[in-house]
């Protein structure tokens, strides 16, 4: 099937000014270069308290956190 899409369609002028919006640009730049260090961390003890090739019951998962 041959789509052809519409630059100065609809759809595209009602979202580029929300594409567009200097803060939200501003946004995605500063949240590109967060550092995710702490997030891999809390992964990595995720995976060690709960590996996903083991399954724990609720309790047992419970009792591993207490």
Known sequence: MNVVRNADG?????????????????????????????????????NRYAPKMHFFHYNGMKARYA
């Open 10 to 46: 609809p759809v595209i002028s009602r979202l580029r000014p929300i594409i567009e919006n200097p803060a939200l640009l501003q946004d995605v730049q500063k949240a590109s270069h967060l550092d995710t260090a702490s997030l891999e961390s809390f992964h990595s003890d995720v």
